[in-house]
T-cell receptor
Framework: EAGVAQSPRYKIIEKRQSVAFWCNPI?????LYWYQQILGQGPKLLIQ????????DSQLPKDRFSAERLKGVDSTLKIQPAKLEDSAVYLC?????????????FGPGTRLTVT | GENVEQHPSTLSVQEGDSAVIKCTYS??????FPWYKQELGKRPQLIID?????GEKKDQRIAVTLNKTAKHFSLHITETQPEDSAVYFC???????FGGGTRLMVKP
């Protein structure tokens, strides 16, 4: 089966600019996650969708980050305006259902550098 | 929310030796504990997981043990090989909270 797709793979922007990341989950996976992984740290969950509804976004910095999952399939994560501390790899993952019952499959990630 | 601590942060072993990585968690309601392996520049991949109704699970050279009373779980890798070198992450909770990672280096 095809895996989780993400684009772009790399992005370099200046602080205060905007950026958007795209994720296409594995076909049929109802649950989609966005994680932020800062160099040398474990992934941190930003937001979890179940179909097109938000299950948890408690760790999403809502003053600058936004995410949507239209039609319950693809998702976009946006940062505006970006800060230096947003430099990280942004990982998208999907699963058949919620964590704890189904394995999460990760995409290759988007490496963001904010200068 | 859940808090996961992972030790050690780096671990160096000789090929053929065993490696043990330990994690503690805070939320007694957590019932799912996966372990991920992440090679340099690649995505995390699930290597083994355990649920709270099981105390131990094995898969070839890898095993995970869970102590719900003490709120800790461990990854055991036996007969380590150079290709086991990677960063390993534990996680816990309904909304997965990841540990800080352990960089395992297996010397040939």
């Amino acid at each position: 089966e095809a895996g989780v797709a993400q684009s772009p793979r790399y992005k370099i922007i200046e602080k205060r600019q905007s950026v958007a990341f795209w994720c296409n989950p594995i076909s049929g996976h109802a649950t989609l996650y966005w994680y932020q992984q800062i160099l040398g740290q474990g992934p941190k969950l930003l937001i979890q969708f179940q179909n097109n509804g938000v299950v948890d976004d408690s760790q999403l910095p809502k003053d600058r980050f936004s995410a949507e999952r239209l039609k319950g399939v693809d998702s976009t994560l946006k940062i505006q305006p970006a800060k230096l501390e947003d430099s990280a790899v942004y990982l998208c993952a999907s699963s058949l259902g919620t964590a704890g019952r189904y394995e999460q499959y990760f995409g290759p990630g988007t490496r963001l550098t904010v200068t | 929310g859940e808090n996961v601590e992972q030790h050690p942060s780096t671990l160096s072993v000789q090929e053929g030796d065993s490696a043990v990585i330990k994690c503690t968690y805070s939320d007694s309601a957590s019932n799912y504990f996966p372990w991920y392996k992440q090679e340099l520049g690649k995505r995390p991949q699930l290597i083994i997981d355990i649920r709270s109704n099981v105390g131990e699970k094995k898969d070839q050279r890898i095993a995970v043990t869970l102590n719900k009373t003490a709120k800790h779980f461990s990854l055991h890798i036996t007969e380590t090989q150079p290709e086991d070198s990677a960063v390993y992450f534990c996680a816990a909770g309904y909304m997965l909270t990841f540990g800080g990672g352990t960089r395992l280096m297996v010397k040939p």
